[in-house]
């Protein structure tokens, strides 16, 4: 529901994986085989003399250092801002008011109904229930109209027919307070606090 670039976190992460994988599959592979130690200084030494062989050749008359030193620090600086934004863009789309109404009865203002408001009083009506162990809200906006995302974790055994249901409930209820229909989402999941938790019995 939320605004957050999945597809490009996907990316990174893989990308970020693969580097990963291939450092320690490198290190394991030296440790193993002593053997391709040798290969390896031989291979980094020649990258080393690559590296210092283009650095002396982009080095201006007159100047110490290569100009690809101030080319390398505008490359960082434009990561540093695409990472920045790339952050910003993290769970974009929360919205502060679930409803609004304006009643054109001559008065000026609008009636205004704010999230934290609703997901404060579901969330405590959802942890009435002895069925759930925790549950999260929140609202997002999607398409320019707010909705809640609901999380609830059931307990071990119990059905999550039963909990939808009771959330439907409350999400009906809440309907009615407002007076119209709010998009909602429902995620039923478990954990390992739901797993390891165990619902109380009558003595």
Same mark, same amino acid.
């Given at each position: 529901?939320?605004? $957050?670039?999945?597809?490009?976190?996907?990316?990174?992460?893989?990308?970020?994986?693969?580097?990963?994988?291939?450092?320690?599959?490198?290190? %394991?592979? #030296?440790?193993?085989?002593?053997?391709?130690?040798?290969?390896? =200084?031989?291979?980094?030494?020649?990258? /080393?003399?690559?590296?210092?062989?283009?650095?002396?050749?982009?080095?201006?008359?007159?100047?110490?250092?290569?100009?690809?030193?101030? %080319?390398?620090?505008?490359?960082? #600086?434009? #990561?540093?801002? #695409?990472?920045?934004?790339?952050?910003?863009? +993290?769970?974009?789309?929360?919205?502060? !008011?679930?409803?609004?109404?304006?009643?054109?009865?001559?008065?000026?203002?609008?009636?205004?109904?704010?999230?934290?408001?609703?997901? +404060?009083?579901?969330?405590?009506?959802?942890?009435? =229930?002895?069925?759930?162990? =925790?549950?999260?809200?929140? !609202?997002?906006?999607?398409?320019?109209?707010?909705?809640?995302?609901?999380?609830?974790?059931?307990?071990?055994?119990?059905?999550?027919?039963?909990?939808?249901?009771?959330?439907?409930?409350?999400?009906?209820?809440?309907?009615? %307070?407002? /007076?119209?229909?709010?998009?909602?989402?429902?995620?039923? /999941? $478990?954990?390992?606090?739901?797993?390891? /938790?165990?619902?109380?019995? %009558? =003595?």
């Amino acid at each position: 529901m939320n605004e $957050t670039p999945r597809a490009l976190n996907r990316v990174l992460l893989t990308l970020i994986g693969l580097l990963l994988a291939a450092v320690g599959a490198t290190a %394991v592979a #030296l440790a193993a085989a002593p053997a391709l130690a040798g290969t390896w =200084h031989a291979v980094t030494r020649r990258a /080393g003399a690559g590296v210092e062989n283009v650095l002396a050749a982009t080095t201006l008359p007159g100047q110490r250092d290569s100009w690809l030193w101030i %080319v390398l620090a505008l490359v960082m #600086l434009v #990561l540093i801002v #695409l990472m920045i934004a790339w952050v910003a863009q +993290q769970g974009k789309g929360r919205a502060s !008011t679930l409803a609004a109404d304006y009643n054109d009865d001559g008065g000026p203002g609008t009636v205004e109904l704010g999230a934290a408001v609703a997901e +404060q009083a579901l969330k405590a009506a959802l942890l009435e =229930h002895e069925e759930i162990l =925790h549950a999260t809200v929140a !609202t997002y906006e999607f398409r320019g109209t707010p909705g809640l995302r609901i999380r609830v974790l059931p307990r071990k055994g119990v059905p999550p027919y039963l909990v939808a249901e009771q959330v439907s409930d409350l999400v009906e209820a809440l309907d009615l %307070v407002i /007076g119209r229909e709010t998009p909602v989402v429902i995620s039923i /999941g $478990t954990s390992a606090r739901a797993r390891l /938790g165990r619902t109380e019995r %009558v =003595h």
